[in-house]
């Protein structure tokens, strides 16, 4: 049986819309069949100081996998596509994919936590989501994504870019 799940592709070292494109590729032979992209957002690094903004966008898809084969799924996605995993700690990159949801479940083992633990405190997550889902209701904090975006203390500038 297949489950919906929301990744988020970030990528802000070489060329940036190239890099989401391949992943979202990537995604669709590796993962499941996509069935909805946002919009591509340009934002401000989180957590970390760069020169380099990130491009983002969120993507739907369906799959049959378990969350951890589709962890393991998108380590060997972003390692294939030149992800150097160095130390720790937020840092520039060329490919991070994220899961932001899987279906409406709830998953906490070691290197996977779903629902995405900080979601709610990321503009640049919200504003691609909530264009995609806007109703859909965070398992755990019971606001939609609208709700979360709206409450959001996170002033980072989050644009849309027309691509």
Not at 97 to 126: K, T
Request: hydrophobic content about 40%.
């Amino acid at each position: 049986m297949s489950e919906s799940m929301v990744l988020l592709t970030g990528s802000n070292l070489g060329n940036r819309k190239a890099m989401l494109d391949q992943a979202l590729e990537c995604i669709s032979v590796h993962l499941g069949k996509v069935t909805a992209v946002s919009s591509v957002y340009e934002s401000e690094p989180w957590g970390f100081v760069s020169d380099n903004l990130f491009l983002n966008q969120a993507v739907v898809c369906e799959t049959v996998l378990s969350p951890a084969e589709v962890m393991a799924s998108i380590l060997s996605i972003e390692q294939n596509m030149g992800r150097n995993r160095s130390g720790n700690g937020y840092s520039s990159r060329n490919v991070d994919i994220d899961i932001i949801y899987y279906g409406e479940h709830v998953v906490d083992q070691e290197g996977l936590i779903v629902p995405h633990p900080r979601l709610h405190l990321r503009r640049f997550v919200l504003e691609p989501l909530c264009e995609l889902l806007p109703d859909f209701e965070h398992p755990l904090l019971h606001k939609t994504n609208l709700e979360l975006l709206l409450s959001l203390k996170d002033s980072d500038s989050v644009k849309r870019i027309p691509i």
